[in-house]
C-alpha cells in the first residue's frame, strides 16, 4: 500500500522503515530536513510540507500521524482534514489522550475523513521486534489498512500459542487488535502504560533493596555484596518475573553497574495520569499504578539507585532522555 508518514522521530522513522521493508510506498514528511534526507534516502519519497505530502497519495490517501500528543498532534491532523477529502483516512500511532481521539474523528467525519487511533508500543526498538498495536476506529476502516498493521506487527513469532476460543481474532496472535470504536486503541494503550509504570516500579524498587544490603547500617554478618547484574541475567532465564523490561533492565546493569550515567529523575509522559483519572472515574482501585505514577513526581526531588535503573529501563526501550541530560 501507499502511506504518508508525518513524524520521523525516535519511532516513525522507523515505522516507514518497517513498512518499506514490508513492500509499502511510503511519503515521509518531518520539519526536522534532516530527518526526511535519512528516510528518503533508504526509498520514501520526500515531501516538502503537509500540502506536497497529500499531493503525493493517490486516493483513497491514507496519513499517519507519529508526533508529540497534544498542540502538535491536534494542528496536523487539522490540516490534513482541510486537505484530504471523502473516503481519506488519518491515523494517530502517538500516545493521545483518548478523549481526544473522539473529537479529532467527529471534526474529521463532517468532509468524510475517517480516523483512526493507535495505540503502538515498540519504542525503539520496533524496526526489528514490530510493533504492538491497538486499533480504535471503525471496522471497515481498519480492515481498509490491514496489510499495513500486518506489515508493523511483530507476527507470531515463537511465543507459545495462547488456547483460545473457536472464532477468536486470529489479529491479536500477530500483534495487533481491533479494540474498538475511536478512542478505545489510545485508551487501551493508555492502560498499558500505566501498568508499565507499576512493572518498572516493582523492578526498581526490588533491586534497590538488593543493591542496600551491603550498606553499612546492617550487621556486618548480614552484609551481602551481590551481582546486580547476575541477578538481572539469571531472573531472566525461566523466572516468573522475566519480561522485556527486564532484559532492558540486565542490558543496563551489564553495562554499567552503578548506572552512574543516570540522576534518577523520571518523567511521566502523561498516560500514568490519565490511567488513575480513569481509575477514578470507574472507582476502580489502582494502588500499584497511583503508586507507582507518585514515585515518579517524588525522583524529581531525591533519587535512589532503583529510579535511576527506572530511567535506564525508559532509554532502553524508548530512548527517553532524562529532564538533566537534554540540557547537557
Not at 510493533?131 to 515463537?158: E, T, W
Not at 507459545?160 to 472464532?167: E, K, L, N, S
Not at 550515567?261 to 490511567?275: I, L, M, P
Request: glycine letters at 14%.
Amino acid at each position: 500500500m501507499q502511506i504518508g508518514i508525518v513524524g520521523l522521530g525516535r519511532m516513525g522513522g522507523n515505522i516507514a522503515r518497517r513498512l518499506m521493508r514490508g513492500g509499502h510506498a511510503c511519503v515521509v514528511y518531518d520539519r526536522d530536513r534532516r530527518a526526511i534526507e535519512d528516510v528518503s534516502g533508504e526509498g520514501a519519497t520526500a515531501a516538502s510540507d503537509l500540502g506536497d505530502l497529500v499531493a503525493q497519495l493517490a486516493p483513497p490517501r491514507t496519513a499517519w500521524v507519529m508526533l508529540p500528543a497534544g498542540a502538535p498532534t491536534d494542528a496536523t491532523v487539522s490540516e490534513l482534514g482541510e486537505r484530504l477529502a471523502a473516503g481519506d483516512l488519518v491515523m494517530d500511532g502517538g500516545n493521545s489522550f483518548y478523549r481526544d481521539d473522539i473529537r479529532r474523528a467527529k471534526a474529521l467525519s463532517a468532509k468524510g475523513v475517517q480516523y483512526l487511533d493507535v495505540g503502538t508500543s515498540g519504542g525503539v526498538w520496533g524496526l526489528e521486534r514490530g510493533y504492538c498495536m491497538m486499533i480504535g476506529g471503525d471496522a471497515a476502516a481498519v480492515a481498509r489498512v490491514d496489510p499495513i498493521f500486518r506489515s508493523l506487527a511483530p507476527g507470531p513469532g515463537d511465543i507459545p500459542r495462547t488456547r483460545r476460543a473457536p472464532g477468536a481474532d486470529p489479529r491479536a496472535e500477530h500483534g495487533y487488535i481491533h479494540a474498538g470504536p475511536v478512542g478505545a486503541g489510545h485508551f487501551v494503550k493508555m492502560v498499558h502504560n500505566g501498568i508499565e509504570y507499576g512493572l518498572m516500579q516493582a523492578y526498581a524498587e526490588g533491586f534497590d533493596i538488593l543493591k542496600g544490603k551491603g550498606g553499612e547500617a546492617l550487621p556486618k554478618d548480614e552484609r551481602f555484596d551481590l551481582d546486580l547484574a547476575d541477578i538481572a541475567e539469571v531472573w531472566r532465564r525461566g523466572s516468573v518475573v522475566s519480561s522485556w523490561l527486564l532484559d532492558l533492565a540486565a542490558q543496563a546493569l551489564a553495562q554499567d553497574a552503578r548506572l552512574d550515567k543516570f540522576v534518577g529523575a523520571v518523567d511521566d509522559s502523561g498516560e500514568g495520569r490519565w490511567t488513575i483519572e480513569a481509575a477514578i472515574e470507574e472507582a476502580a482501585p489502582a494502588d500499584v499504578l497511583a503508586a507507582a505514577l507518585f514515585a515518579r513526581f517524588r525522583s524529581r526531588q531525591s533519587h535512589t539507585f532503583g529510579e535511576r535503573l527506572l530511567s535506564a529501563m525508559r532509554f532502553g526501550f524508548g530512548g527517553h532522555l532524562e529532564e538533566a541530560a537534554r540540557g547537557r
